[in-house]
């Protein structure tokens, strides 16, 4: 990635891309209200599906919070409508097809599986406080606890 990747107190990049469902969601939209903003390499595959089902389980106390949550990754809206179907997902899905957002967040990164180097997003979770800085930021997430971690440190800005 070219310029700097955002760190923690940094200003969120802005995010304006179309969702699941039909229609654009801005970060704007949320002004003066926390947002978990969760990149996830493809949808349908275990580790994301596992990580959009964390989040839509754990919704209701996001939003006791008052905490929003949203899932990015380069799949089609179509793909996330299929996802979501499937998944009875309650998170909104955000389609970063030319990789934009991805790379201001610096999630769009080299990976390499089986030997091989490819490009792709590095599973990452940004908590954007109220203002629209970067509270906290984790990269290379594991999904396991992540979800409840996540959740645990909304609940404190």
Request: charged content about 30%; proline content about 4%.
């Amino acid at each position: 990635m070219t310029g700097n990747i955002p760190q923690e107190g940094d200003m969120a990049p802005a995010v304006d891309l179309p969702r699941d469902g039909g229609g654009n969601l801005t970060l704007e939209e949320f002004a003066g209200k926390p947002v978990v903003l969760f990149f996830y390499p493809r949808d349908d595959t275990s580790g994301c599906t596992k990580e959009a089902v964390g989040f839509t389980e754990m919704a209701g106390a996001f939003d006791e919070a008052g905490v929003a949550v949203i899932g990015v990754s380069k799949d089609s809206i179509t793909s996330h409508d299929k996802f979501r179907d499937k998944h009875a997902l309650g998170v909104p899905l955000l389609s970063d097809e030319n990789g934009d957002v991805c790379e201001r967040y610096g999630v769009w990164k080299e990976k390499s599986m089986y030997g091989k180097t490819f490009m792709g997003i590095e599973r990452s979770t940004f908590l954007i406080d109220s203002e629209g800085k970067i509270a906290k930021a984790w990269r290379k997430v594991k999904v396991p606890g992540h979800v409840e971690a996540v959740l645990e440190a909304a609940k404190v800005l």
